[in-house]
Every structure is written in structure tokens, then in C-alpha cells.
């Protein structure tokens, strides 16, 4: 019988085999690192934001500006930092989120990666309930003022594209082909409406209209950065409770449903929170395009699609994406800034076609 040959003298031991466990600590390090990185890079081009404009500002005019508050002894300078840029930041960082999150919650429960909260026409019909409010201000004067009557007419359309679609939904179930048929009929009735009330209206409320519709910050105020961030944080609550059912739904219906979810429940509530979402954040700001869309795939190249980060990545990744394009926007136009919504949509052009050329089954 052949002996086993003994162990060679200086060899080095077998690496011990990594534990599941250790696994998946050195993955959710990656995955939070990732993230932190992430927010790093809001927070630089956050401060570079607010450094750039018509008239620049170094960081220690900035610093000033901040410190000496509002009724600072540099009054020019209190007046553009505090009722001009930060509103406009606070803004841009609301939106992003609010579209980051909106879109990651839309293409989990239609399991469509190139869905967006613009799918189901929440975005036509804020453009027709803006359309309406600018014309009829126009020709007959309403009780509320110009600034706020826009938004509230292009929220309340939001919320009658919302009860269309979810009239549909109850009539033929909440499956993801319902919705998104349900959404791209109500996309095109609002848009033809949209269509009608600028052929009516005379050149100078068409300008208004058609500017309303690029989508910028520069309507921002303290008013609508306080209404959109309250809907922000009212939404916050349901996301936090849903934050396991979507990630189990994100592997599959069959998957969800067999884990005992209840799916349509779920659909529905999503459904609501990205309506409520995507209506705060464009009723003050315009249409914006693409943000939806692109953060949470950005937000899934992060940390996947564990949705206890994806979320906060998907926010994250919004609120960058209009932040760059707002900062892009003022650099190519020193005298005035390019609308966000312009920026986003010329540079959501090949980041689309990036997703539909590397994303599998698409």
C-alpha cells in the first residue's frame, strides 16, 4: 500500500474559504461605501451650485453670505444667496429625489426598466393644468395669484391623471400592462389637450407656456421648496414600510406573491406615493425629463437591487443628475441659465441609449 506523500516543507496553508456571512459584510461595505461616495459628490456639486451664476461668488463671499443671514450687512449678496440660489438648490435636490425615488418605485412594480413616473402622463397633464392656468389667468382673473395658481392647477391635473389611470386599474386589475396602457392613453389625451390650449393662446401667453414646459428652477422660492419638501417627507413613512415587499416584488411577482405579499396592494400604494411624488416635484419646477428614468439604474449599478439602499441611492442619484445639469446649464450660458430641463433631456439622450445597449432583455 503506497503511502500519501506528507506535506511539503514551507508550503503555505489553503487560504481558509470565505464564509457566506463575510460575504456579504464586504459586499455592503462596497455597497455603502458606494453611496457615500455618491453623496460626496451631491455635496461638491451642491456648493459649486451656489458658487456659479450671473455673478459668481468665491467660497469665502459664499461663506459670508451664509453667515451673516439674511439681512446681512452685504446686502446684495444676502439677497442672491439666500431668496435666489439656495432656494433654487433646495429645489433642485427636492426634484432629483423626488424623481429618483418615483422612478425606482415605477420600474419595480411594472418590472419595466425604461419605465418613469412620465409613463403613466403625470408630466402631460401638470404641462395642461400649468397651460390652463397660465391662459385662463390671462383672459379672466382668478382668485389666486399667478405664482401659486400655476402649481395648484398642475397638481391637481397630476391627481386627475392619477384617478384615470387608477379608474382604469380598478376595472381591468393593476396588472403592469394595465397601468402602462392605462398611462399612455392618459399621456396622449393630456398632451392633445396641452396641444389645443397652445394653439389658442395668443404669443405672449404661448411663451409662457412653452418656458413653463422646458422645466427650470429659477421659479423657486422658499413657498414651493416648503411644499414640495413637505410631500418629500410625508411620502418618506410609506416608502420605509414597503422597503422589503419591494425588493422581494423586484425578484419577480410569482417570487412576491409566493412570500405572501399582496402584490395589487402593493402596486397600488407605490402607484399613489409616485403620483404624489411626481406631481410636488413638477408643479413648481416644469417638466423634467430623464431623471426619472436614469437615477434608479444608476442607484442599481451602486448597490443593486436591495431596495433598503436603493432608495437612498436612487434619491441620491436624482438629486445629482439635476444638480450637474443645473451647474451645466449656467456654465454654457453665463448671462442666463438653460433650463434643467433642456440639460436633462439632451444629456438623458445617450444615457437611454447607454441602459437600452447594456441592459439584457430590454
Partial sequence: MTARPGPVSGAAPAPAPVSALERWRARAARQGAAVLIAALA???????????????????????????????SERAAATIFWQIRLPQLCMG????????????????????PLASPFTLGFSAAAGFGAALAIMGGALVPLPLPGWLLTPALAFAATLAATALVWLVARLRGTAPETLVLAGIAVMFFFQ????????????????????WLFGSLLKANWVAVSVSGTILLACLPFLVRDLWALTSLRLGETHAAALGLDVAALRRRAFLITALLTAGAVSFTGTIGFVGLIAPHVARALVGEDHRLGLPAAAIAGALILIAASVTGKALSQGAAIPVGIVTAVAGVPMLLAVILTKKGV
Avoid: K, R, W
Fill in 93 to 112: 435636490l427636492i426634484v432629483g429625489a423626488s424623481l429618483g425615488l418615483a422612478g425606482l418605485l415605477m420600474q419595480t412594480i411594472l418590472a419595466n
Fill in 192 to 211: 392633445s389637450a396641452q396641444s389645443l390650449m397652445q394653439f389658442m393662446a395668443s404669443p405672449e401667453v404661448l411663451a409662457q407656456i412653452v418656458f
Fill in 42 to 72: 451631491l455635496a461638491a456639486f451642491a456648493l459649486l451650485d451656489l458658487m456659479t451664476g450671473p455673478s459668481g461668488m468665491t467660497p469665502g463671499a459664499l461663506l459670508q453670505a451664509a453667515l451673516a443671514g439674511p439681512e446681512g
